[in-house]
């Protein structure tokens, strides 16, 4: 099991799919930990290939119009609720729902969410899916969904593919005494490649897993607890996205091809 998910760490997020399914194969007895514990790209599919089998995809509601993302924290049977009308798709007439309250959580949660996407990713898709646990609590799923490819809903277009999947689960322990307990994982998977004549073809590939847990007042709500540790531990994770990906790339191609400004220059006589 470790060296498995020693592989799932290292393996190219479009390669995710086609591994995790070899491991299940290879270790049918470890399958719910394996399931449990890797996370897949949250896949750009749309309603035409709803039966397809994917695990994960974008679905547009049919009711307002808007996108959200499919994932096993939605889906009920072989459908998926829609966070912003609160709907299966497919119709599923005893599907599971959120109480009243933690209904109302959720819709906020979506607004404010798509708001934070927008200003962060500038475009993109976000969905927020929240259910009660056996604890008393309830745990709140913040998905987030970036194709920044020329093709893709991103604003400048300048990369021939490129996928940011960003996946917070958080758990929320019961209050106690004006407190409460939040237990955040996060995931995020990159994904990209150029194909254009002045940087040529170049493929770039990752993903970072980290968790947070902390004690907080709920004086002002949980939403805006979970958002600030949402966006403290985002914000660690680009950090270290740009600090081991993209700067150990930049440090061994610029060690390796030189600007050509740095190789013509001479360096004096010792």
């Known amino acids: 099991m470790e060296a498995a998910m020693g592989l799932m760490r290292r393996i190219h997020p479009k390669h995710t799919d086609t591994a995790l399914s070899a491991l299940l194969s290879l270790m049918p007895e470890h399958s719910s930990d394996l399931l449990s514990q890797v996370d897949q790209p949250l896949q750009d599919v749309r309603l035409s290939r709803l039966f397809s089998g994917l695990r994960k995809q974008v679905l547009c509601d049919q009711e307002n119009g808007k996108e959200f993302i499919l994932c096993e924290y939605n889906r009920d049977a072989d459908s998926y609720r829609s966070p912003w009308t609160n709907k299966y798709q497919p119709p599923l007439e005893d599907g599971l729902y959120p109480s009243v309250e933690l209904r109302n959580l959720e819709v906020e949660a979506n607004d404010v969410f798509a708001v934070y996407c927008d200003q962060y990713y500038e475009g993109g ?28 809903h991103g604003r400048r277009g300048y990369l021939h593919e490129g996928q940011w999947d960003a996946i917070h689960v958080i758990e929320v322990g019961p209050e106690d005494e004006g ?40 004086a002002e709500g949980h939403l805006c607890n979970m958002g600030k540790m949402i966006e403290e531990l985002e914000g660690k994770l680009r950090n270290s996205l740009d600090q081991v990906y993209f700067g150990k790339t930049r440090e061994m191609v610029c060690t390796l091809r030189p600007p050509a400004e740095l190789a013509t220059i001479k360096l004096p006589d010792s």
């Open 125 to 152: 898709i976000s969905s927020v899916y929240m259910w009660e646990d056996d604890n008393e609590g309830f745990v709140a799923c913040f998905l987030i969904k970036k194709d920044g490819s020329k093709s893709g």
């Open 179 to 218: 407190t409460a307990r939040y237990c955040l994982t996060s995931t995020v998977m990159l994904s990209l490649t150029t194909n254009s004549d002045s940087c040529g073809t170049f493929s770039l590939s990752g993903s970072i897993r980290r968790q947070m847990s902390m004690q907080l007042s709920v």
